[in-house]
């Protein structure tokens, strides 16, 4: 099975600086899908970022792009310009060709004023 | 257009009880998926289906069953409920890989647990 991990339990930045936020995968796969979901307070999980394995090109959203790298198996989301409403738990996921999710323990990202 | 639903939003069990919660989706998307989540452990895969009257096994099926008789429905039973089984449980849905430009999930909003 394919296994997601996040090594930083907590984060925290200071409003309109950027923060980058680590997840590795393991797989043996070569085709897959990489996603990045943030999770406020109010528990909804909330699509910030989507990645495809076959495409080169990092993705980007706004305030919100990716560092993918293919070979070494990470996938980093960057925050640019943060705001307080950035704070929130966020997940790094994978889905696999056999269209099972599989999740990080997630990453608590503190917005300082 | 109400996407991904869960009833209810709260509920308090004693150990030994049971109950089901329902899910319920308005996108048409053919699967369907049960997690849990908890504290330091993200979001774990209970089971899941591929489509109307299929279910599988996902990480920790125990202690859970799972029904899908129809598209749009996707039920979590807890036979005997355990403090074990205390936890926030979300359903999500998507599209198969392929099928759609769209290759995420869509998350409802979740189900506060709490087996005393």
């Known amino acids: 099975a394919q296994t997601v991990t996040q090594s930083q339990p907590e984060m925290s930045v200071q409003e309109a600086e950027t923060v980058t936020l680590s997840c590795t995968y393991d797989?043996?796969?070569?085709?897959?899908?990489l996603f990045w979901y943030k999770q406020p307070p109010s528990r909804q999980m909330i699509l910030v970022i989507r990645?495809?394995?076959?495409?080169?090109q990092n993705a980007t959203e706004n305030r919100f792009s990716v560092n993918f790298q293919k070979a070494a198996k990470s996938f980093s989301l960057k925050i640019s310009d943060s705001q307080l409403g950035d704070a929130a738990m966020y997940f790094c996921?994978?889905?696999?060709?056999?269209?099972?999710?599989?999740f990080g323990t997630g990453t608590s990202l503190t917005v300082i004023p | 257009n109400a996407g991904v639903t869960q009833t209810p939003k709260f509920r308090v069990l004693k150990t030994g009880q049971s109950m089901t919660l329902l899910c319920a989706q308005d996108?048409?998307?053919?699967?369907m998926y049960w997690y849990r989540q908890d504290p330091g452990m993200g979001l774990r895969l209970i089971h899941y289906?591929?489509?109307?009257?299929?279910?599988a096994k996902g990480e920790v099926p125990d202690g859970y069953n799972v029904s899908r008789l129809k598209k749009q429905n996707f039920l979590l039973g807890l036979e005997s409920a355990a403090p074990s089984q205390t936890s926030v449980y979300f359903c999500?849905?998507?599209?198969?890989?392929?099928?759609?430009?769209?290759?995420?999930?869509?998350f409802g909003p979740g189900t506060r647990l709490l087996v005393l």
């Open positions: 999500a849905s998507s599209y198969p890989l392929g099928l759609a430009e769209e290759e995420t999930q869509y």
């Open positions: 797989t043996s796969e070569s085709d897959y899908y």
């Open positions: 990645q495809e394995a076959y495409k080169q």
């Open positions: 996921a994978y889905r696999s060709t056999g269209n099972q999710f599989y």
């Open positions: 996108m048409n998307h053919e699967y």
């Open positions: 289906s591929v489509g109307e009257g299929t279910t």
